[in-house]
Structure formats: C-alpha cells, structure tokens
C-alpha cells in the first residue's frame, strides 16, 4: 500500500489472517494515517494481531514464507508472478498442487512425536535431579556444618593442648620461683637467727662477768646489802602504812583529835583503849 504523508510517498506492506475489504477497513482513506490506527483498533487489540505490517519488503517476504509453509522465498516469488495470471480457475487449488511442496505428515508427526518424548524424559529427569538436590541440600549444609564443626574442635582440641602445656610451664616456673624466695627468706632468717643467737651469747657472757665482777668487788657486795636492806625497808613502810590506817580508825573510834601517834607509846596505849571499845561496840550492835 504507498499513500503520501507531508509531500512524501510512504510504503506499508500488510499481512491480514482475515478477509479485509476497502470499503468496509480502508475507507475513508485519509493522509494522516488514521485508516491505519482504525485498523490496529479493530483487529490487533487482541493478544494475537490479525493483521501485520512491516516497513520493508524482506521482513514480508519472510513472514509470508513461513505463513504460507513455504519452503524458500523462491517459491514466494512464483507466487506472485502467478497471482498476477487471471486465466487461472482455482487459485487456491493452483498453490496447493503446483507451488507446496509434498509433506510426510506420518514421518513428521514420528518425528514430533519422538522429540515430545525427549522433552518428556528430559523434564522428568531435571525434576529428579531438581527433587535430589533439594533433598540433599539439607544434607550437604549439614556435612559442612559438620566440617566446620570438626575444624573448629580441632583448633579448640590444640588450643587446649598449647594452653595445658603453658599452664604446666608456668606452674612449674611460679613453683621455681616462690621455692627459690623460700630458700632466701629461710637463709635470711637463719642468719638473723644467727646473729642473734650470737648477740644473746655475748650479753649472756657479759652478764656472767657483771655478776662475777659484782659478787668479787666490795663496792657490789655493799651494793647488794643496799638492795636487801631497801627491800625490808620498803616491807617495813608498808607495814607502817597499814597500821597507820588503823591508828586513825581506832582514833576516830575513840574521838580523838589525835590522827598521828608522836611515838610508839603513845601508839600502844591508844591501841589497847580502843580495842577493848570496839569489843563492847560490837557486842551491843549484835
């Protein structure tokens, strides 16, 4: 079909799978194209278009040889030089018995029917390959858990080890070392224990010569009396002092202003006042 658009001859070839007229699809013909998107609108809304269109001549040579069942364009060119032949009866009749070649429908059926087969066998081998990989998928990540798993307890297992044996290393060496502190605070105490043990016997000699230079010279055996004689002094003080409480009881017994006795006499005869008072005092109080 060639139609002018803006002063240009445009150049459509159709392929219509059913009977188109022009007064019915193509009028009105316009030059804007409008009769071409009428045509889409009726017959191509549809998933399968009914009616093709290509820009170039080969793409419709193309479609037409496999619309037709031709074998080659050749054929398709003695198509058209016999469409053009009006002398013909039955055009359809023409094509069918002189233009296509002959076909074994059997043969290729057989052979459809074989590849049908293939497909089947090969679809129902991809679904028990697909079927064995999805049941052995669990079993494949559980064997490479199970790998990582034993790599794992391998490195722990000689973590463990190395750790066990520095443990024992460094108990072994604290041991050294604390035995080896040990050994120096006992020699250091042995030789304090020493020292000592030497300075006791020195002042222990010392004192044996103080006591033999004392007990040899007049000057300590006049010291020594001095000490005896300071010890019964202080045991006649104390004696004094007891009964010198006891004087001043028996003088407030008796009423007396008197709390110091001016000698021994004067002492005696107030005691032997009192004692006799306090022997009456008491035997009325019972």
């Given at each position: 079909?060639?139609?002018?658009?803006?002063?240009?001859?445009?150049?459509?070839?159709?392929?219509?799978?059913?009977?188109?007229?022009?007064?019915?699809?193509?009028?009105?013909?316009?030059?804007?194209?409008?009769?071409?998107?009428?045509?889409?609108?009726?017959?191509?809304?549809?998933?399968?278009?009914?009616?093709?269109?290509?820009?170039?001549?080969?793409?419709?040579?193309?479609?037409?040889?496999?619309?037709l069942g031709m074998q080659s364009q050749?054929?398709?060119?003695?198509?058209?030089?016999?469409?053009?032949?009006?002398?013909?009866?039955?055009?359809?009749?023409?094509?069918?018995?002189?233009?296509?070649?002959?076909?074994?429908?059997?043969?290729?059926?057989?052979?459809?029917?074989?590849?049908?087969?293939?497909?089947?066998?090969?679809?129902?081998?991809?679904?028990?390959?697909?079927?064995?990989?999805?049941?052995?998928?669990?079993?494949?990540?559980?064997?490479?858990?199970?790998?990582?798993?034993?790599?794992q307890s391998a490195e722990n297992r000689?973590?463990?080890?190395?750790?066990?044996?520095?443990?024992?290393?460094?108990?072994?060496?604290?041991?050294?070392?604390?035995?080896?502190?040990?050994?120096?605070?006992?020699?250091?105490?042995?030789?304090?224990?020493?020292?000592?043990?030497?300075?006791?016997?020195?002042?222990?000699?010392?004192?044996?010569?103080?006591?033999?230079?004392i007990q040899n010279n007049k000057a300590?055996?006049?010291?020594?009396?001095?000490?005896?004689?300071?010890?019964?002094?202080?045991?006649?003080?104390?004696?004094?002092?007891?009964?010198?409480?006891?004087?001043?009881?028996?003088?407030?017994?008796?009423?007396?202003?008197?709390?110091?006795?001016?000698?021994?006499?004067?002492?005696?005869?107030?005691?032997?006042?009192?004692?006799?008072?306090?022997?009456?005092?008491?035997?009325?109080?019972?």
């Open positions: 079909m060639r139609h002018f658009l803006n002063g240009d001859m445009k150049k459509y070839f159709g392929l219509a799978h059913k009977a188109l007229t022009i007064e019915n699809d193509f009028k009105p013909f316009d030059l804007s194209g409008n009769w071409k998107r009428s045509i889409d609108q009726r017959y191509n809304k549809g998933p399968r278009k009914q009616v093709e269109w290509f820009d170039a001549a080969s793409k419709y040579a193309q479609r037409m040889v496999e619309v050749q054929a398709l060119q003695l198509f058209n030089q016999t469409v053009g032949i009006k002398v013909l009866g039955n055009l359809d009749e023409f094509i069918r018995q002189n233009m296509l070649e002959p076909r074994n429908i059997e043969e290729e059926f057989d052979a459809l029917k074989k590849q049908l087969l293939t497909l089947l066998e090969a679809q129902r081998n991809i679904e028990k390959a697909e079927l064995q990989i999805s049941l052995l998928t669990p079993l494949k990540e559980q064997y490479e858990q199970f790998l990582e798993l034993k790599t000689q973590i463990l080890e190395t750790a066990l044996i520095w443990k024992n290393y460094t108990q072994g060496e604290l041991l050294k070392s604390a035995i080896q502190e040990l050994n120096e605070q006992v020699w250091m105490q042995q030789e304090r224990l020493s020292d000592v043990n030497d300075l006791l016997a020195k002042y222990q000699q010392e004192e044996q010569d103080v006591n033999f230079q300590g055996q006049r010291l020594k009396t001095l000490e005896t004689e300071i010890a019964d002094k202080e045991k006649e003080f104390r004696t004094a002092q007891s009964e010198l409480s006891q004087f001043k009881s028996w003088c407030e017994e008796l009423k007396l202003s008197v709390t110091v006795p001016e000698n021994r006499e004067t002492f005696q005869q107030i005691k032997r006042k009192t004692i006799p008072s306090s022997a009456s005092w008491k035997m009325r109080n019972a």
